[in-house]
């Protein structure tokens, strides 16, 4: 089924100089099921004549003319059936299998294989323990000129005896359908109401997929899903191969009993050639849904991927809404590579109280020290009374386009943070630790002796937004934080010093944009992290030109950000005042 939810997810992917910001429709879920419990689902046993499949009946109701065909060719198989519509007015016409008995309150997968020339729908039929019956729908498929795969995940309704999943047409045109499959899934172990995490329970009819969790596609071209060939420390690994950039494939998997108004941490094991995120789908007990996205994380080969992806661990935090009723959690990539995933778990954290910081807080930082951020940035700054966190790259200082030493200095004089980017733009992941080392702590010393020891060098950001969970952790042995930008805001909940999240400006970015995020931090009370460049109109060169802000931009959005009246530090000043209130 491709549907879709209202999420916007920002996706990590090291460029040159940033990283890149996608915006990702949220799609559903794919089939894990143990066993078919339709009745002659593949169409293949027929009797009659003319010939119509066993345990199916035509039905059509409303005003439209309606034909029905049994047909002698499928999918992968010998037999279809298909439905016509014309004259339509208004109701719907559909083959449907015959009722079979659930248990109300489980949740089920349903599958089909189907070609229309017109948009269909999907509605769960079900009959309840009091005789009546109830419709639910399930969400609609687009026209398909050749065989399409659609899939619903569903949770029947406590009451329920039976049900029958309808696959309709209600418009001029017509639907074949195929291979129908509904299945109740093995129970896996839950651990915090997680199923399965370590992957290493299956179904007995679905070996390549882990008991308790679905595959999902978003967009035209599909992906393929599996066990690894090689394990995590021993652990099994699942894998997404995704063909198409934009497109989303991930695993998801529905929470067990989840607590509401709770503080969770998410941690899983990922290695690959694409990047991965995560997100939270939630209902509400009012019956509305919402999806509350984490971080996301680049891929484990670098930045050019001409490394062999290594296993970095993931973790990000959330909490719960008081309202919560059910939850799902969905890992995944719209990128195009392939992604392996191991040991997923989902941790009960200590609920902190007050759940949220004091009040909202923004601190603007710029990368690579382009002379630009002096003679437009730090001018604007003063001018609007902020200071700002300049990540500065030690072997930049003093050539063609990038700041002086006597204008570094002037910077840090005037009260904003120096910090450190690596004495050369590295991908870290591309270096040996003990070349990482030399590049944070050459850096730090270049930078130290440059400004003196009343500006000590405490805030590091990882270039490109390339990172292992490996190399951040050697950042930490040298800087009190590494910064990402990986597009998310920084909440009391997941404030996490070595993964400072944070929102990317671009050329494509709007003052008004930037505008609603702060305006968003006041409201919610988060610590919203803005990440330039280049502050220019004609830029140093074509990698700063990519990420450029143009200086009129950039007054606007300092001038709304200082008449806001939210506080403004730079990030070693805003982490002193953020770490006592979480210690509080």
Not at 89 to 116: C, L, M, R
Not at 167 to 172: G, Y
Not at 511 to 539: K, M, N
Request: with cysteine.
């Amino acid at each position: 089924m491709r549907s879709l939810k209202n999420r916007i997810a920002y996706v990590v992917v090291g460029l040159v100089y940033a990283s890149v910001l996608f915006f990702i429709p949220v799609p559903s879920a794919k089939a894990d099921s143990s066993s078919n419990i339709v009745a002659n689902g593949n169409l293949e046993q027929s009797s009659g004549s003319p010939a119509e499949p066993v345990d199916w009946s035509p039905e059509s109701w409303g005003v439209n003319s309606s034909t029905f065909n049994y047909l002698t060719t499928g999918y992968n198989s010998s037999n279809s059936v298909q439905t016509i519509v014309s004259g339509y007015s208004s109701g719907d016409a559909k083959w449907i299998f015959n009722p079979v008995s659930i248990t109300g309150g489980n949740s089920h997968q349903y599958t089909d294989w189907y070609e229309s020339s017109a948009v269909t729908n999907i509605w769960a039929e079900y009959t309840l323990n009091d005789g009546t019956t109830q419709y639910v729908w399930l969400g609609a498929d687009q026209a398909a000129s050749s065989w399409t795969e659609t899939s619903e995940t569903f949770t029947a309704p406590s009451n329920a005896v039976s049900v029958s999943v309808l696959h309709v047409i209600n418009a001029n045109g017509q639907l074949t359908l195929d291979d129908v499959y509904l299945s109740v899934p093995c129970t896996p172990t839950y651990v915090n109401g997680l199923a399965n995490g370590s992957f290493d329970q299956t179904c007995p009819n679905s070996p390549n997929v882990p008991s308790g969790w679905f595959t999902q596609t978003y967009g035209p071209d599909p992906a393929d899903y599996g066990y690894s060939t090689t394990d995590y420390n021993g652990s099994p690994a699942v894998t997404i191969t995704n063909s198409s950039a934009n497109d989303e494939a991930g695993w998801t998997t529905n929470i067990l009993s989840p607590l509401s108004n709770q503080r969770y941490q998410l941690s899983f094991w990922q290695e690959g050639t694409t990047y991965v995120y995560a997100y939270v789908n939630e209902t509400l007990t009012n019956g509305s849904t919402q999806s509350v996205s984490l971080m996301s994380a680049p891929s484990t080969a670098g930045i050019f991927g001409t490394n062999p992806p290594t296993w970095s661990q993931y973790t990000d935090a959330f909490v719960t809404p008081t309202n919560l009723q059910s939850m799902q959690i969905v890992i995944a990539t719209s990128g195009e590579g392939t992604l392996a995933l191991a040991n997923v778990t989902l941790n009960l954290l200590t609920n902190q109280n007050p759940t949220i910081f004091n009040s909202g807080m923004v601190s603007v930082t710029l990368d690579d020290n382009f002379v630009d951020q002096y003679t437009n940035g730090v001018k604007t700054l003063n001018e609007d009374g902020l200071k700002g966190t300049f990540y500065v790259v030690g072997g930049t200082i003093g050539t063609k386009g990038y700041m002086t030493r006597s204008q570094l200095i002037q910077t840090a004089n005037d009260g904003n943070e120096i910090a450190s980017h690596q004495y050369h733009l590295s991908d870290e992941v591309e270096l040996s630790t003990s070349t990482l080392v030399s590049e944070i702590t050459g850096n730090i010393a270049y930078l130290q002796q440059m400004l003196g020891s009343q500006y000590p060098i405490t805030d590091f950001a990882s270039p490109y937004g390339s990172y292992t969970s490996s190399d951040t952790d050697t950042v930490m042995q040298y800087e009190q934080s590494d910064r990402t930008t990986d597009g998310e805001m920084n909440t009391k909940a997941n404030l996490d010093l070595s993964q400072i999240h944070a929102r990317l400006v671009l050329p494509t970015t709007t003052p008004a944009e930037v505008e609603s995020w702060i305006a968003q931090a006041q409201t919610e009370h988060d610590w919203l992290v803005l990440v330039y460049h280049g502050i220019t109109r004609s830029p140093l060169n074509s990698e700063e030109a990519q990420y450029a802000t143009k200086p009129g931009n950039f007054i606007k959005e300092m001038s709304y950000l200082e008449a806001s009246g939210i506080t403004v530090d730079p990030v070693n000043q805003a982490l002193t005042s953020l770490e006592a209130q979480i210690n509080q």
